[in-house]
């Protein structure tokens, strides 16, 4: 038996766990005292929780336990996501002095589960929730994180072997606006590898074939397409409205301009490149004290050298 399920079986000697419907009883009952506290982090309780909960973080409620539960005699019930941590924290209350500490078996994820009442007072829709939620309990994304991916607008050169997988990730984590451009029209040959393409836009131009390939996968993501070769005139004009410039263009000519308009418009640069079974990504911000491609490359490679 492993240390974690001995500490477990220790604690369910000592502390009474709960069903969530016996739960549900009691939190239904006008008459009880009891105090709900949700120990789950900030990105977990944005996701829901239960009515009536007072949310405060595990490593809070331990520091401040007194002033959390200010009688010893006052009856309390801890849940977190799965009735794992909860179980623990409760051992290390009743071992500070307090009677009557009880847990809800399964946590969060049962009470769900059984279709109980869950509240949210998340700015994000109950389906922008539930799309990314996998993405929002993660500490350094979080509600606010997801919050500014919704507002954000990135302008993505390139619809190919490149952009394509680009633009996916960034539509399906919630990016708000994206910007395409590309003046090339879908091949049969790209369908290999162009995953935002398919068969029967052969001919189509990949703006517009990236457009409904962006909003099949989530229909709340702005798509704004340019059909037009990136060049010297318009460089400046097309990243403009644009927080975040993203390279998926396929030859070394495209990149440096797309360096040298980001640079000058101070926008960060996101290159990338990508040749057979080889492939490099970086990331210049010079607005942010780095360097950009120019300055870490001068001169472009030759032709021969990069020939895509």
Known sequence: MGRLAELLDEARAEVREMKVDEARKLLDDCDNKLLLLDIRERQATVLGYIRGATQIP???LQMHAETVIPATEMPVLLYCGTGVRSLLTAKTLKDLGYKDVRTLMGGFNAWKDAGYEVV??????????????RQIILKDIGEEGQLRLLQARVLIVGAGGLGSPIALYLAECG???LGIVDFDTVDFSNLNRQVLHIQ????RPKTESAKEAIQRANPEVKVITFEERLEPHNAIDLIHDFDIVVDGADNIPTKYLLNDAAFFAG???????AIRFEGQASVFSPRDGGPCLRCMFPRPPEPSDAPT
């Open 58 to 60: 595990e490593n809070v």
């Open 120 to 133: 949210s007072d998340s700015s994000l829709s109950p389906d922008q929730l539930s799309r990314y939620s």
């Open 175 to 177: 990016v708000g606006t």
């Open 200 to 203: 029967a836009n052969v001919g």
């Open 267 to 273: 926008k960060p640069f996101v290159f990338g490149a």
